[in-house]
């Protein structure tokens, strides 16, 4: 039997699309998930276990530490070899890609370096990537084609992935970079979802709005030119990107069985913008949030919003979910976490 390797696989998309290749092949393939615990916890390891109703092999590994990720990949050569990455790990937070570029570089870039050159000594040529579309200028309705203009260093280091990618599909094997656009939600079980240490990004500070432990949601800017003067985003249910993975993976399964060359890449998205206050009116269909406009955030864009039409042509993906969907399952999973 093979195997998919994920890394980053106790984070928040890891574990939500973890669950779901289980269930869609989760008989056909082992899935062994690493991870350096640098921003998740081992008891999603139990959580994950207590929805499949298997426990899977982790591996708690630094991909800056390549002698640890070879031993990874040697483990398995013989009974179960890897043949398939997902490669979820990566440092997020833009403010401190900011503040420290050397770090990110040396964890988002450096550490992929070595996954793929262990992937390349072990014969894996089968690759999905965590882009973002944090590659990309603001703009409506953002095509594949439009340049890379990142406006931060995390951002860079996900352009500089996928120049390395693209390099090395030219040799041969298969590689997919899906761009997300913005992740949102939990699963329905309000089990998984984004726990952060110190939120970020707008949904976990409602969350915590939501639950009480803020008194309001800071709403960064109210004179942007949108309709409402509030940013716009194009924020995606967790669930629908995580059955995303699960396609592009099939397909990349379906290229290697027919040992096909194959490079592409995806935006992951709705197609649909809202802005901070229609997150905030939704939201507050279900509890009230307060909310206080102040300055605009740093780095901060207008509009950033996908046009998801060539992965609904070519990847036959299209999102399901809508946003009171998003804000449900998001206020569910933040509310079990309370208890
Ligand atoms: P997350 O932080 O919840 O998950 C990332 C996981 O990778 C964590 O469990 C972390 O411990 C692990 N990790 C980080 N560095 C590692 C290393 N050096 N070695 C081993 N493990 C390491 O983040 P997420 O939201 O689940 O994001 C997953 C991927 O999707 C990332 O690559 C991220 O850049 C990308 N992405 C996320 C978003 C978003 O808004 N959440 C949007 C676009 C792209
Ligand atoms: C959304 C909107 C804010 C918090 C980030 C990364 C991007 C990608 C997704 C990984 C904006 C506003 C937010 C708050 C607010 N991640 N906001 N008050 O900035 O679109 O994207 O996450 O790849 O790279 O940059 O997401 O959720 O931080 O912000 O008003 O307390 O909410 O100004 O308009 P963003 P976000």
Redesign the pocket.
Same mark, same amino acid.
Do not use: M, W
């Given at each position: 039997m093979q195997s998919i390797l994920i890394? /980053? /696989? #106790? /984070?928040?998309?890891? &574990?939500i699309t973890i669950t779901e290749l289980y269930k869609a092949i989760g008989k056909q393939y082992k899935i062994i998930i #690493?991870?350096? #615990? &640098?921003?998740?916890n081992i008891q999603v390891l139990d959580t994950i276990s207590s929805i499949i109703g298997e426990k899977l092999d982790l591996h708690i590994?630094?991909?800056?530490n390549y002698n640890e990720l070879v031993e990874v990949f040697k483990k398995y050569k013989e009974q179960y070899p890897i043949n398939y990455i997902i490669?979820? @790990?990566? #440092?997020?937070a833009v403010g401190e890609s900011v503040e420290n570029p050397i770090k990110y570089y040396q964890?988002?870039v450096v550490?992929t370096l070595n996954l793929l050159k262990c992937a390349e000594e072990y014969k894996c040529q089968n690759f999905l990537f &965590?882009? &973002? @579309?944090?590659v990309y200028a603001p703009g409506e309705f953002v095509d594949e084609e439009a340049s890379f203009k990142p406006s931060n260093p995390?951002g860079e280091t996900?352009v500089a992935i996928e120049y390395l990618i693209r390099s090395l599909s030219k040799k041969g094997g298969r590689y997919l970079c899906l761009?997300?656009?913005?992740?949102v939600g939990a699963t329905k079980d309000g089990k998984l979802g984004?726990m952060?240490n110190k939120p970020n990004?707008l949904f976990p500070y409602i969350e915590q709005v939501a639950i009480g432990n803020l008194q309001q949601l800071y709403v960064f800017g109210n004179d942007y030119n949108t309709p409402d003067g509030t940013g716009i985003r194009d924020y995606i249910h967790v669930l629908d990107l995580a059955e995303a993975h699960v396609v592009a993976l099939q397909e990349l399964i379906k290229k290697d069985q027919m040992n096909e060359n194959y490079y592409d890449y995806f935006n992951i998205g709705t197609g649909k913008g809202f802005s901070v206050l229609d997150i905030v009116n939704e939201y507050s269909k279900l509890v009230p949030i307060k909310y206080q406009f102040t300055n605009k955030r740093g780095g901060d864009v207008a509009i950033l919003v996908a046009n998801p039409n060539k992965t609904k042509d070519k990847l036959g993906w299209i999102a399901k979910r809508g946003l009171q969907e998003m804000c449900q399952d998001s206020y569910n999973f933040i509310k079990s976490k309370q208890q």
């Open positions: 890394t /980053g /696989g #106790l /984070g928040y998309i890891g &574990s #690493l991870d350096n #615990l &640098s921003n998740s590994v630094d991909i800056q490669h979820f @790990a990566a #440092l997020k964890n988002n550490g &965590s882009s &973002s @579309a944090t995390y996900k761009r997300y656009f913005n992740p984004e952060p990004n």
